[in-house]
């Protein structure tokens, strides 16, 4: 027997971040009662990881405007339009006072990670009456105990910050990756505060094509200057690093073309070692010195990185799949993103800039009101902007409310971005991660 779906069911949310903030907004304002669940004990867990970095694009850009009207109602005032955040700039100044909005009216859960989400009384098998039965989500809280919440709609904005890529060039972990994982730091560690101790006299080699990768150099080199023991090595898989040198001048978010002349100015004065076409399969440790050697192929040849102490593996990221096996999802067979989706934002053909707004349609499923937005809805594709996030949202929502004419129609104002923050489909790399990287994302989600 299955369980009729009932309206006093609450619209899950998953995911505290930006995005799935701005969904939470979009619901309240029309009236209905979200309940979004986050693993971790704050708001936007993903986005206080790279919390040091700084954004290329400005604060309008980087607040959804549903939300920013919920807020203004309260008292909140808009930060200065142009200024470029940082990561923890966003946390403290937006999204944890739209947080604490909905915490006051319960409907935001800390501490409630998603570990499965699937339909009531109903496995993927069964098709007769299948979208008339509750999503039941599996959730486990901070003590490890589980329960079901049962929901009428479900919107994941998890993303993807968590699943990072592999240092791999298949697409698997390289051999040794997981035995030596204490070593290796994924994304962008804060090279500078935090972290300092972990890369200060020591010589790290940072692996990815993208804007991570490259903030994550510059704080090196930054380090190096303090710190004469300090080196850095860069390895690419790709030859071809025109996007992340960026356009310079003409870059449409200045501060990005700023960092990719930094970088280009680095390399060609001979002051970073650059190794590309570098394809990474094994990860050692050297019983001699207790260094770690990294081995595979350049060129079609063996190839090898020795003598390293620790690596940065900005490397990009991908969906956690697991957690939605139970749904009937139809998924690009390459990417991982929704199936009609997949082709506008193939990285083969796209950048950030050339991906055209979509909503609700590009994104639906064949479990009827499961949508998947944020940097998670592009699957493995590195063009993401944190703007097409909040009109996903904002789609999204309307569709669910019934409101189909506003959820086909566009409502997206994009800065003009020039190329996207990554090189290639291969690099991995999310134009949203943050860069500083944060000088770096008006991506972001």
């Excluded at 989400?117 to 989500?137: G, H």
């Excluded at 090196?220 to 860069?234: G, I, P, S």
């Excluded at 690093?241 to 310079?248: A, D, E, H, W």
């Amino acid at each position: 027997m299955t369980m009729t779906m009932s309206s006093d069911l609450p619209i899950v949310v998953i995911g505290a971040g930006p995005v799935g903030l701005a969904a939470a907004a979009h619901l309240v304002a029309r009236g209905k009662h979200p309940l979004v669940l986050e693993a971790g004990d704050d708001v936007a867990t993903n986005v206080r990881d790279w919390g040091h970095v700084r954004l290329f694009s400005p604060w309008r850009y980087n607040i959804d405007k549903t939300a920013a009207k919920l807020l203004e109602a309260e008292g909140w005032k808009t930060p200065s339009p142009e200024e470029l955040p940082t990561g923890g700039e966003l946390v403290e100044h937006y999204l944890r006072p739209l947080a604490d909005l909905f915490a006051r009216a319960n409907h935001i859960r800390f501490g409630h990670r998603v570990v499965a989400v699937t339909r009531l009384v109903t496995d993927k098998v069964k098709t007769r009456d299948r979208n008339a039965a509750p999503f039941l989500i599996r959730v486990r809280d901070r003590s490890g105990g589980e329960q079901d919440v049962l929901a009428r709609a479900v919107i994941d904005a998890s993303g993807t910050w968590a699943t990072p890529n592999p240092l791999g060039a298949a697409g698997l972990p390289a051999i040794g990756e997981g035995a030596l994982g204490e070593n290796i730091r994924y994304g962008i560690p804060d090279v500078l505060g935090r972290d300092r101790a972990r890369y200060e006299g020591k010589r790290t080699l940072v692996v990815g094509a993208g804007h991570s990768a490259a903030n994550a150099i510059l704080a090196l080199v930054e380090l190096a200057a303090e710190n004469f023991a300090t080196r850095v090595v860069w390895a690419t898989r790709s030859q071809e690093l025109k996007r992340v040198f960026g356009g310079g001048e003409a870059d449409g978010l200045p501060a990005r073309g700023e960092l990719g002349v930094r970088l280009r100015d680095l390399v060609d004065t001979g002051r970073l070692q650059l190794v590309r076409g570098f394809s990474i399969s094994a990860v050692t440790r050297s019983t001699s010195n207790d260094s770690i050697a990294v081995t595979g192929t350049r060129d079609g040849e063996p190839y090898q990185i020795a003598n390293v102490d620790t690596i940065i593996a900005a490397t990009g990221q991908r969906p956690d799949l697991a957690v939605t096996r139970e749904l009937r999802l139809e998924l690009d067979p390459g990417l991982e993103s929704s199936r009609k989706l997949g082709p506008l934002i193939d990285p083969n053909e796209h950048s950030c800039g050339t991906v055209r707004p979509h909503g609700a349609a590009e994104l639906a499923h064949p479990d009827a009101n499961f949508y998947v937005i944020g940097a998670k809805s592009y699957g493995r594709a590195p063009t993401f902007l944190l703007a097409t996030g909040y009109e996903q949202a904002r789609s999204v929502v309307a569709m669910l409310v019934g409101d189909r004419e506003a959820a086909l129609r566009v409502e997206l104002d994009l800065p003009e971005t020039g190329v996207c923050s990554t090189d290639s489909a291969s690099s991995g790399e999310s134009c949203c991660a943050p860069d500083s990287e944060r000088s770096t994302a008006s991506c972001c989600g």
